[in-house]
């Protein structure tokens, strides 16, 4: 008895040397990358000191003493200011510039947390490097500690994982793009994890340590360990700065939010453009919108992995009318553009904007719900032995096409492929038994008994080959070559039943018949034609055999030669089935 499917073969890869330019995007979408990388490095290395702690005191200052050199002088100084007031400032006025407040969770996660940090990052801005510089006072570790240990400790915290939160979230979303960051992401969010809670325990740890000292110091009038944890308090001309601080940076964001409301309402009332979606509905667009906040405005699942920042491509569209429509395409969209090889009426949704009525089609799409699932019978069959008409399809010469295109596409292609191809087998009465890598197997079985399975499966096969054809027109822009199937079809007693353990146990099926099957597809790639069949399958199905390609052929793994027919196209023998 044989298992139902071969061993699953991978999907394919982001093609060799294509790593992803994560440095697309335009003036301002740089500066502000490049002003979150000095800051995030800035932190990590703050919580890596505190993570010294817990080996001690020393070891914090000695680290201390080392970063200072570069954070406390006045370049490093400058540089550190510098990319604060860029950072927040890009931040209100990418807030500003928002034409719609439908936005990916993560990314509305990082403006709630970006606009949270301001309230507990200027006082201790102002308690620490303010006072340092323009009163000289101490802000060393030990004296921080003692000023902040144990009131200010939650509020610290609290702060550190803001900052870190945020700090990750963009990071992480801007170095998904690279292979290599994929590879390494397991081991980078454990440290990501490790870092902030090792930075709270050597803190904490050094505060316990302080109040021991300190005790210590009291009750033996030792004033050398008082002297180790020296008291300050920051300048009341400083504390008092904090405030008027705070309250500018919210007034400037709410003042950035109601100009980005009055944009969104100015626009919704402007004129409206109609937006057709060649997979999706028709809708009103307000004017200025890019293609993707039209898409997120009416809850259209539009593919964008790097948040719509012109650099993933993920988002590209195929435009098929109204391409003069569009607002021109910048310089970062071109060299994105430009980077995939991307042929003349794609274009990126994130920057993409329409001036008129555009019809489109999203080359990336999110998955459609697999509808198959509820053709499998019985959840809780056990195992029962009927007759089954098998249908292995699969697309020839698919690995060298995956080495070309990176992951994305490779899916994208893949799912479109499996909708087309499963369509038919759902329509004919099957259901997908399984797939594997670029393949997939479609089981019929009929209550007018395996004639009537033969024929569904030849028609389904029929209907395969004008689906993929329509489907290569509709992705051509998007394949080297048109994609090519190859199918095997046969016919015979298996066992149905549900294998695997625990809540995994899909339908599959056990025979044969399916070694057989499987053997035809290979059969049809070898001879360069569409469908071998089974003549035995052929001859259920009510399909006259004259005129076609018939051989015997010895079958790997199967005692006796089989009688098979090869078919060019399998859209050709739907002249020749019987009516229903």
Known sequence: MALVMPAARAAGHAPSGSTVRLWRGSVAQRLRLVSGLILFAFAATHFLNHALGLFGIEAMLAFERWRATVTRSVPGTALLAGALLV?????????????????????????????????????????????????????????????????????????????????????????RLSPGYRR?????????????????LGIAMQGELMERDLAAAARFDAADLAQRWPQYRPPEALTGLGTPIIA????????????????????????????????????RAADGMTLLEVSRAHRIPHVAVCGGRGRCST???LVTRGTHNLSPPSAQETATLTAIGAPPGVRLACQARPRGEVTLMRILRPG?????????????????????????????????????????????????????????????????????GDGLLALFTHPDG????????????????????????????????????????????LVLGRLGYGESRPMSAIGPAVNIASRL????????????ASAAAARRAGIPLDGLRVETVAIRGSEQALEVVSVERAGDLAGRLPAA
């Open 315 to 317: 988002c590209r569209v």
């Open 184 to 200: 390494a992401a397991p081991w980078l969010g454990v440290a990501a994890l490790i870092l902030p809670l090792a930075a709270m």
């Open 521 to 532: 597809e290979t059969h049809a790639k070898a001879h360069e034609v569409q469908l071998a």
């Open 248 to 283: 500018g940076f919210y007034a400037a964001s709410g003042l950035a939010l109601a100009l980005g409301l009055v944009r969104m309402t100015a626009a919704w009332r402007a004129r409206r453009i109609a937006v057709t979606y060649l997979d999706g509905p028709s809708v």
């Open 87 to 175: 950072h927040a400032g890009l931040a209100l006025r990418k807030l500003a510039a928002r034409r719609s407040l439908r936005l990916p969770a993560w990314e509305a996660a990082q403006i709630v947390l970006g606009l949270a940090i301001p309230f507990l990052l200027v006082p201790h801005i102002l308690g620490t490097r303010v006072a340092n510089l323009l009163y000289g006072l101490n802000t060393s570790y030990p004296t921080v500690i003692a000023h902040l240990w144990p009131d200010a400790i939650p509020r610290q915290t609290l702060l550190l994982t803001l900052v870190w939160a945020h700090g990750c979230l963009g990071l992480h979303h801007w170095l």
């Open 450 to 493: 395996i004639d009537a399975a033969c024929r569904a499966a030849f028609a389904a096969a029929a209907d395969i080959d004008r689906a993929v054809q329509a489907l290569n027109r509709q992705i051509a822009a998007e394949l080297p070559a048109p994609l090519r199937i190859a199918m095997g079809l046969h016919a015979g007693p």
């Open 368 to 436: 459609t719900r697999d509808r198959t699932g509820d053709r499998l019978g019985d959840p809780d069959l056990a195992g029962v032995e009927r007759e089954v008409a098998i249908l292995f399809v699969d697309v020839r010469g698919f690995t060298p096409l995956a080495e070309r295109k990176f992951a994305f596409d490779v899916v994208y292609i893949l799912n479109r492929f499996f909708e087309a191809a499963g369509e038919p087998v759902v329509k004919h009465g099957g259901w997908i038994g399984g797939y594997a």
